[in-house]
């Protein structure tokens, strides 16, 4: 392991030395190595396929490596959530998150069944008071509720893929296990669920290693990133934006010393030509230090590709319309009476926790589901390319080149044919990696295949469902770049934040009142402006009640004040000072995030995010400042009006 910053100070409670782990020809974890700390919580990155699974779960003792050590902690309760889990069909929601925690069970057994004042019983009292094991049964029906989870007494096998993976969670953290270890806990769940969870890590006691592509997730809870590449761990301290620093100034320190290195060589190997005699010890010594520099690697390059989606045709000016629809499931209403209209360039994000009809929305624009009422109107030359949630199968015994290809070596674009290797290239296939066969990629790669496949579709309105699911950060950051260059119009269902800020430029959210609700702009400008209509809802309801309470008086000391002539130019300017100072924001985050920020400005970034929050505290301070002089105009005028 390589470790840029200080050592932890903390015991390690386990200890991975040199494992190495070989898929036929493929090379995955090549003499990896790491101390995990008590506390820390790690977050695993790297690209697809470069063995963080595989990591995972010799961390959670469900695989070994081919050679090398890896050792835990006597004692130690690991808690485990991998990407491909298996959950008891016949079981209850209730019954299999209960599973999770069969240890704890076992000692309250074995307690119930001993003397309590001997020895062993006042050790089993200690240990599930560790663990919290009195509370079992409320602490499950609690972690269900928050990670919207479904009922309780359903059955495991009526559930889908998205329902059983938030069970599944649920079971790795109700034991509050001394190790918890979760590869791609955030998949599947609501932006509140994983807010919920990043409260509920940060306050987690015990050590965590998590895989995650959910960049706002991983800058929250990380303490150390453990990156892992050409098989090994490279460990960073920090969260994600102290891993994006630190990683630039180790590449630029590997750049610059790369630069010595072939200086010396080209200067050496005039010398080396003119072959010198090795009886000499000084010659010898010198040939020997030229082929023993030459014969270093140098430090890996980044693949710099991007990843293609095809030309967008010219869109009409009806690109998608829908009128007066409503959908509803039994007795459940999922949408009434929505208006919706798709503009040519617009890329609308759709939110909403799951099982709200996001997808059920998705498929009755696109004419797979009928509507209870109303109607959608395709414009003539719009042509959709459709990415639903499930995808397409894959066929695992033909290999990238052919599940893709699908029987063509080129890849129409537009007006222009791509070879389809060079296609897949874009996609970080590299030319040994094209011939590998589908059963022998990791989820992520699996995703990347089945992008590539659908994406040569072209088409100029893409509607993705979830396309951010067990993509790798470098796959994620090349879509969002490819999705924003689009010239076409784009639909998308997601969860994640950072994606949405990104790619956005409106947002359509199906909020938990039962409402839909469009706001123009990115996904956090959705946030502030529901802020905003939350908190002038909870004045008005609170003024209301206040005034059916209230007793008119004529007591002149109970008047409420009067807003000031300077208060009152004050009020009729501040909306425009907020969207001033709101413009303000977006114009700091659009430089923030930009893909090579960090490697831009390795030396000056905190000035930036330093600017970066004290817009955001103005922006804030605006709106309190708005709401308190809106407080006093309307107490003042509800008094005058009742008295």
């Not at 050792?71 to 485990?80: A, C, F, K, S």
């Not at 030229?290 to 989606?309: G, N, S």
């Not at 890849?411 to 070879?419: A, M, R, W, Y």
Request: proline share 3%; glycine share 6%.
């Amino acid at each position: 392991m390589i470790s840029l910053r200080g050592h932890m100070s903390e015991p390690a409670i386990a200890s991975a030395s040199e494992l190495t782990v070989r898929y036929s020809h493929h090379t995955v974890l090549d003499g990896a190595t790491l101390a995990i700390h008590a506390g820390e919580r790690i977050g695993l990155v790297g690209r697809n396929g470069s063995g963080k699974s595989t990591f995972m779960k010799i961390c959670a003792r469900a695989d070994d490596p081919d050679s090398g050590e890896y050792t835990t902690r006597n004692d130690l309760v690991i808690g485990y959530l991998p990407q491909n889990f298996e959950l008891p069909e016949d079981a209850t929601v209730l019954e299999a998150t209960l599973s999770g925690a069969q240890y704890v069970q076992d000692l309250i057994a074995e307690y119930e069944s001993c003397d309590p004042t001997t020895k062993r019983g006042a050790d089993l009292m200690e240990k599930i008071n560790h663990f919290d094991g009195w509370t079992i049964d409320s602490r499950a029906t609690s972690l269900l509720s928050n990670l919207h989870a479904p009922d309780p007494e359903r059955i495991i096998s009526t559930l889908s893929g998205g329902e059983k993976r938030r069970v599944a969670l649920a079971r790795a953290l109700l034991a509050q296990p001394d190790f918890l270890i979760l590869d791609e806990p955030t998949n599947h769940l609501d932006t509140g669920s994983i807010e919920w969870l990043e409260i509920y890590l940060s306050r987690y006691t015990g050590t965590c290693l998590f895989v995650t592509h959910d960049r706002y997730f991983l800058d929250r809870i990380a303490t150390k990133i453990v990156e892992i590449a050409r098989g090994k761990c490279i460990a960073y301290d920090g969260n994600y934006t102290d891993y994006l620093v630190s990683r630039a100034e180790r590449m630029a320190i590997e750049a610059t010393n790369e630069h010595k290195r072939q200086r010396f060589l080209k200067k050496e190997l005039e010398w080396v030509r003119r072959r010198p005699s090795a009886r000499r010890t000084k010659s010898r010594d010198r040939l020997d230090k030229y082929f023993e520099i030459a014969d270093q690697a140098p430090p890996e390059k980044e693949i710099d590709v991007d990843l293609i989606i095809p030309p967008a045709l010219k869109l009409p000016n009806r690109v998608i319309e829908a009128e007066g629809l409503s959908k509803s499931i039994g007795d459940r209403v999922l949408f009434r009476n929505l208006d919706f209209k798709l503009e040519p360039g617009e890329r609308i994000g759709i939110v909403g926790r799951n099982g709200m009809g996001k997808s059920t929305l998705i498929k009755t624009l696109l004419g797979f589901t009928e509507p209870d009422t109303g109607s959608v109107h395709i414009g003539v030359r719009t042509e959709i390319n459709y990415v639903d949630q499930n995808r397409l199968l894959l066929d695992d015994q033909k290999s990238i080149f052919d599940e893709v290809g699908e029987g063509q070596e080129y890849v129409k674009l537009g007006d222009e044919t791509l070879g389809l290797r060079a296609y897949l290239k874009r996609f970080l296939f590299s030319d040994e990696r094209i011939n590998t066969k589908i059963e022998l990629l990791s989820g992520g790669e699996r995703s990347r295949v089945l992008l590539a496949k659908i994406l040569k579709k072209g088409g100029n309105v893409l509607v993705l469902d979830e396309p951010t699911n067990d993509l790798d950060l470098n796959t994620l950051r090349l879509l969002e770049e490819a999705l924003a260059h689009f010239e076409g119009s784009v639909l998308v269902v997601s969860h994640d934040r950072y994606f949405l800020n990104r790619v956005c430029t409106g947002i359509l959210a199906f909020e938990d009142n039962g409402s839909i609700h469009f706001s123009p702009g990115s996904y956090d400008y959705y946030l502030e402006k529901k802020a905003e209509r939350d908190a002038q809802a909870a004045a008005y309801e609170k003024l209301t009640t206040s005034k059916e309470k209230a007793k008119p008086t004529k007591n002149k000391g109970d008047e409420p004040r009067k807003l000031k002539w300077k208060e009152e130019r004050e009020l009729e300017t501040i909306e425009e000072d907020i969207l001033a100072a709101e413009e303000e924001v977006a114009a700091q985050e659009a430089v923030i995030n930009e893909p090579n920020f960090y490697a831009e400005h390795t030396h000056d970034y905190q000035d930036y995010e330093t600017k970066l929050k004290e817009a955001q505290d103005k922006v804030s301070h605006l709106y309190s400042r708005w709401e308190e002089l809106e407080a006093v105009r309307a107490a003042y005028e509800n008094f005058k009006a009742t008295n």
